[in-house]
C-alpha cells in the first residue's frame, strides 16, 4: 500500500527543539517531492517547503524559510521538519504531502498528520 | 508574491443544491489550480487538479472551471457527505492555498 505515515502528537515546552517525522512506504520515495503543510488550530492550509529526496533539493515558503528546517533520509525514506526552538505559534497539526507526477503541484497522498503542542 | 483570494468564506446550502465556490488568483497562473476537500479531523483530499480534472475516483458531482485569474469550482447538487471545508490551491512557483471555503447544510 502507497502511504506516508507520520510519527506521534508531540506535547513541548517553548524553547525546545522537535524533529517530526514522515515515512513513505509502497513506492519509490527518492522520486517524489514530499512537502509539509501547516494547519493552526481552526484555521486554514498553509504551505511550509518542499524536499526531493533523491538528491535533497530543498525550497522553503518565504513565510517558513529560517524558521524550520526540511530534510529527508533516503536510506530509511523517511523525511523530516524539524524546529531548534519551538514557540507557542508552532502549535498546529503539520501533514506531510508527496506531489503527483501529473497536475501542476497536486497532491493526492497525504500523512494522517501529526498535531505539535508548544505549551508552557 | 501570488495572493489567491476565495470566496466565499462560508455557505450554507440545501441538500440537491448546486453550490459554486470562487477563486481569483492576483495574477495570471495559467490552469496551475487545485482544489481540495478537508473534513473534520482528517486530511485534506485531493478533487481536481490542473483546474478541470477531475481525480480518479471523485465523484462527477464535483467539476472545476477557469483558466488565468478567475477559477470556479461547483458541486452540482450537494449530499450531507459534502459537509465539509474546501481549499483551492495554486502551483505557480511555490504551492500556496487559498482561504477555505466552509460548506454546510441548510
Known amino acids: 500500500e502507497v502511504q506516508l505515515v507520520q510519527s506521534g502528537a508531540e506535547v513541548k515546552k517553548p524553547g525546545e527543539s522537535l524533529k517530526i517525522s514522515c515515512k513513505g512506504s509502497?513506492?519509490?520515495?527518492?522520486?517524489?517531492?514530499i512537502g509539509w503543510v501547516r494547519q493552526m488550530p481552526g484555521k486554514g492550509l498553509e504551505w511550509m517547503g518542499i524536499i526531493y529526496p533523491g538528491d535533497s533539493d530543498t525550497r522553503y515558503s518565504p513565510s517558513f524559510q529560517g524558521q524550520v528546517t526540511i530534510s529527508a533520509d533516503k536510506s530509511i525514506s523517511t523525511a523530516y521538519l524539524q524546529w531548534s526552538s519551538l514557540k507557542a505559534s508552532d502549535t498546529a497539526m503539520y501533514y506531510c504531502v508527496r506531489r503527483n507526477y501529473y497536475g501542476s503541484g497536486s497532491y493526492s497522498l497525504w500523512g494522517q498528520g501529526t498535531l505539535v503542542t508548544v505549551s508552557s | 508574491d501570488i495572493q489567491m483570494t476565495q470566496s466565499p468564506s462560508s455557505l450554507s446550502a440545501s441538500v440537491g443544491d448546486r453550490v459554486t465556490i470562487t477563486c481569483q488568483a492576483s495574477?495570471?497562473?495559467?490552469?496551475?489550480l487545485n482544489w481540495y476537500q478537508q473534513k473534520p479531523g482528517k486530511a485534506p483530499k485531493l478533487l481536481i487538479y490542473d483546474a478541470s480534472n477531475l481525480e480518479t475516483g471523485v465523484p462527477s458531482r464535483f467539476s472545476g472551471s477557469g483558466s488565468g485569474t478567475d477559477f470556479t469550482f461547483t458541486i452540482s447538487s450537494l449530499q450531507p457527505e459534502d459537509i465539509a471545508t474546501y481549499y483551492c490551491q495554486q502551483y505557480d512557483n511555490l504551492p500556496l492555498f487559498g482561504g477555505g471555503t466552509k460548506v454546510e447544510i441548510k
Open positions: 509502497g513506492y519509490s520515495f527518492t522520486s517524489y517531492w
Open positions: 495574477q495570471d497562473i495559467s490552469n496551475y
